[in-house]
């Protein structure tokens, strides 16, 4: 079946410092790629999406493009800050009726001052 | 604009005990479901709904019943609690249309003692 694998964390980084997290999936059709971004304490919000292949996702500084040669969604930025520090998700949806969603097991960052 | 509403935020049960995860969203969207959120393995989807009167199961149903009798409500019931059901819920909804953003509620922390 569909499956999402993400790099495990937590990723500990400096401010400003640049970041990568990587995604790779596995589908038979052609998933719409999201990353969703859990802070402490809260529930998951959606970060970027993309929804086909060559995409490029952006929001708050973070990119994600959709590399279906690759299939890959790797989440970057390029200058991280505190506020950043969250663990972030990489999920795929099968856009069928439902949203679906097939998450990774989540990267914890952690961003020190 | 309240999103999607959990209740409670925190619970203890005893194994054995029954009881009822209440989600509620505003937004009128036709598709909700449930996730479960244990450490180094995502979020798994429970049950999901496309609208009222109809349900599916996701992949870990076994143990929790759902239904949906309002576009407004999917409540989640725990028929006879175990230790293993430890875990903390989160509620979701969203337009159903497989490549849109799903809005999570802020989750409810169980415990099963």
């Known amino acids: 079946g569909d499956s999402v694998t993400q790099m495990e964390g937590p990723v500990t980084l400096s401010e400003e410092a640049f970041l990568t997290i990587n995604c790779t999936y596995t589908a038979t059709g052609y998933p719409s790629l999201f990353w969703y971004v859990q802070y402490p304490g809260e529930g998951l919000q959606l970060l970027l999406k993309a929804t086909k292949a060559d995409d490029k996702g952006s929001n708050k500084g973070f990119e994600a493009t959709y590399r279906k040669e690759t299939t890959s969604f790797h989440l970057e930025k390029g200058s991280v800050q505190v506020s950043d520090s969250a663990v972030y998700f990489c999920a795929l949806s099968d856009r069928s009726n439902t949203d679906k969603l097939i998450f990774g097991t989540g990267t914890r960052l952690q961003v020190f001052p | 604009n309240a999103g999607v509403t959990q209740t409670p935020k925190f619970q203890v049960l005893k194994t054995g005990q029954s009881m009822t995860l209440q989600c509620a969203q505003d937004?009128?969207?036709?598709?909700m479901s449930w996730y479960r959120q244990d450490p180094g393995m995502g979020l798994r989807l429970i049950h999901y709904?496309?609208?009222?009167?109809?349900?599916d199961q996701g992949e870990v149903p076994n143990g929790y019943n759902v239904s949906r009798s309002t576009t407004e409500d999917f409540p989640l019931r725990l028929l006879s609690a175990a230790p293993s059901q430890t875990s903390v819920y989160f509620c979701a909804s969203g337009r159903g249309q497989g490549h849109t953003e799903a809005f999570f509620g802020q989750g409810t922390r169980l415990t099963v003692v």
């Open positions: 937004m009128n969207h036709e598709y």
């Open positions: 709904s496309v609208g009222a009167g109809i349900t």
